[in-house]
């Protein structure tokens, strides 16, 4: 099954002709995956030396391919606003890789999304990948290999790490979502859990989380109370001093609160077992699926 | 980003938030002539980005401008928490007979503006939290419509019975909320927001930090950052597109990706040493950042040993190689450096490494180990 990507995904690329927009919509065509249309406000009418035909708006490029989806490579300035012209096209999925995006736009824009219907993951997220079906976003696919192990993260290279030792021994993923590392974003910890509890096709979830929010500790509370799921952890910034914003704008423990112990401790309630490396992860899940 | 009392005091008037008149001095003497301009009594307040200022002996009150030019003599100068006293704000002081605080956050669970509003003001707001907390009113504010009318009449409420006053705090949260969402804050609070006895309400402190990701659009407020707060390296490292915090060990780091980067800092304590720095390199394989990255951490005399951990995915590890290779030739490094990538090219990669004093690393395991043996165990 996979969640939210898979075969049936008609993807369009806001921002295709800009360098990592022209780029990556290469590699994702290159990873099999249906990319139908880009857009880029004035240079629609031509094609990409894919063969991807541009347009100037996403209402047009939604009527002519019957896109799905949408992926987002466009500059903080400018990505709220693509968030909902995607939105309003009526896509249904839109995956925003911008990292920079204001708060409190991010605030004003998900009742937006979410009045139509939109499911919106990120922004400052790798995206999306059901290996073997559709990549959406700028992971690198071939680290990925197809089994009953879904993966959600608000990190990016940090996933890819983990998935690379889950790939090479063997235990393979359903689909991997990038939630992104800002605080406010479209699709949390706790609705990704949600996806994967309805997936037939994931058995068990690994969940890497970090410092800041509290998002760990509420789905602690969603495993007490009977998650349909396995699931094995890990959480990054044991190190990370207070007060400091670690790279990621939600990476930030405030007010003595969201502290990489607090949540460590709050799955350990919830019988969740924690990984102490990335690597560790592969022990970890084995010993679930058992 | 953090805003000094004054700058955010500005920011608040503008909003038509009662603020007491003041003015940012940072001589005795320019102190005396302010006091004697605004009227005494006056507050003396030392400009520094901590909290605790006035335990620290950084805010005394003055009833005459000699005084207020004796109490600003002995607070210019002063250390509060590292930080040193360049500025002080000598406001007109009020007459206090309650104190209350409001406060606006970004509440990340409902993903909306919260308010928080409670009738224990002029202490840690936190401290309240973690002892009464049922003293604090939160509030999810609807981004669309800000605080609604019958919000405030709860929010009022909790805090008095009196109409007159209530009307006042009522227009004070609207005003801080309206602040709040037009300068792009992660956090406007006002502590304390003050009852005096005749009658009238005032906001006696401000504070606001910025979210960063909104200064593209906020250019005034943007120019108002005080970097001698701030670690220098902290500073540069910004400037040159890295995030870099320090720490106090001695195992530095490089990274792709703020994820993996906490993890690499975690994975050396896991194995019994100290991370010198958080450092996310980002996703360029780009020699010159490597060669920012480098020298920044080099600066700190602490640092035995250096891990270049990449996991190089679409970045390509035979550029990263050759980044690290020409930075490393060029600085003359002379305390080891392991370097571990993974990705793409990552053979041509670890190829380029050999034969320099480089030292590879084949996983994030080995990578940390390697680097904590080299800095001397």
Redesign the interface.
């Known amino acids: 099954m996979s969640i939210l990507v898979d075969k049936s995904t008609r993807l369009v690329v806001q921002g295709i002709t800009g360098r990592d927009g022209a ?1 990556h919509a290469g ?1 994702m065509l290159a990873y099999g995956t249906k990319v139908v249309g880009g857009v880029t406000p004035g240079k629609g009418g031509g094609k990409t030396d894919d063969g991807v035909p541009i347009f100037d708006s996403m209402m047009d490029a939604v009527e002519e391919t019957g896109a799905n989806a949408s992926v987002i490579y466009v500059p ?2 400018f990505a709220s606003d693509a968030i909902c012209e995607a939105a309003d096209a009526g896509v249904g999925l839109v995956v925003c890789i911008t990292e ?5 736009d ?3 824009i ?2 937006y999304v979410r009045e139509r219907g939109t499911v919106l993951i990120g922004p400052n997220s790798p995206g999306i990948i059901s290996p073997g079906k559709a990549k959406v976003g ?3 696919g071939h ?1 990925h290999i197809e089994g009953p192990v879904g993966v959600v ?9 983990i998935v ?1 030792h889950l790939s090479k021994n063997g235990i393979g993923q359903s689909t991997c979502i990038g939630i992104g ?4 974003v479209g699709t ?1 910890l706790l609705d990704a859990l949600d996806y994967f509890a309805d997936d037939a096709e994931t058995e068990a979830v690994v969940l ?1 989380g ?2 800041g ?3 760990e500790e ?1 789905a602690a509370d969603k495993f007490k109370n009977g998650y349909p799921k396995k699931i094995a952890a ?1 959480i ?6 207070p007060g ?8 930030i423990v405030t ?2 609160t969201g502290t ?1 112990a607090e949540k460590i401790e709050a799955f350990e309630a919830a019988g969740i077992e924690v990984a ?4 560790g992860i592969v022990e970890a899940v084995s010993r679930i699926m058992e | 980003m953090k805003l000094h009392e004054a700058d955010a005091r500005n920011i608040f008037e503008r909003y038509a938030l009662p603020v007491p008149p003041s003015r940012i001095v940072d001589s005795p003497e320019q102190a005396g002539k302010a006091a004697g301009d605004l009227g005494c009594p006056v507050v003396v307040k030392a400009q520094v980005l901590v909290g605790g200022r006035g335990k620290a002996g950084g805010v005394k009150l003055a009833s005459s401008p000699e005084e207020a030019a004796e109490k600003a003599e002995a607070i210019l100068g002063m250390d509060i928490k590292g930080l040193k006293v360049k500025k002080v704000l000598i406001a007109r002081a009020v007459d206090i007979s309650h104190e209350f605080y409001a406060g606006i956050v970004v509440d990340r669970r409902s993903r909306k503006p919260l308010m928080m509003v409670s009738p224990a003001g002029g202490i840690d707001i936190e401290e309240v939290a973690r002892t009464s907390p049922e003293k604090i009113l939160k509030t999810v504010i609807d981004p669309v419509w800000g605080p609604l009318p019958f919000q405030l009449r709860a929010m009022t409420a909790f805090l008095t019975d009196d109409k007159e006053v209530a009307k006042q705090i009522g227009r004070a949260l609207s005003s801080l909320y309206r602040a709040f969402m037009g300068i792009d804050a992660s956090l406007a609070e006002i502590n304390p927001l003050v009852l005096s006895p005749d009658g009238k309400v005032w906001a006696i402190d401000a504070k606001i930090n910025i979210d960063d990701n909104s200064l593209f659009r906020q250019k005034e407020t943007a120019s108002l950052r005080d970097e001698s707060a701030e670690d220098a390296s902290e500073v540069e490292a910004r400037a040159n597109d890295l995030s870099f915090v320090k720490l106090d060990g001695n195992i530095g780091c490089i990274v792709n990706g703020a994820g993996l980067a906490m993890a690499t800092m975690d994975m050396i304590k896991h194995y019994g040493a100290e991370p010198a720095n958080f450092l996310d390199i980002g996703g360029s394989s780009n020699p010159q950042k490597v060669m920012t990255a480098l020298r920044i951490i080099l600066r700190d005399r602490n640092v035995k040993s250096i891990l270049i951990n990449i996991f190089g995915g679409i970045t390509r590890c035979d550029d990263v190689a050759s980044g690290i290779v020409s930075a490393n030739d060029e600085l003359g490094i002379d305390i080891p450096i392991v370097v571990r990538l993974t990705g793409t090219n990552e053979e041509k990669g670890k190829e380029i490494l050999s034969g320099t004093v480089l030292t590879p690393a084949a996983s994030m395991d080995d990578g940390v180990r390697m680097a904590i043996e080299a800095g001397g165990g």
Not at chain 1, 153 to 161: N, V
């Open positions: 780029f590699q903080a300035s920079g995006i204001p708060v409190n991010m605030v004003r998900l009742p700028i992971m690198p680290i993260s608000r990190s990016g290279t940090l996933t890819y790490e690379d590392g800002d605080p406010v949390n890497i970090e410092i929010g509290s998002d509420d890990f990054a910034g044991r190190t990370a001093p400091k914003r670690m790279g990621h704008a939600g990476a007010g003595g990489a102490r490396t990335p690597a």
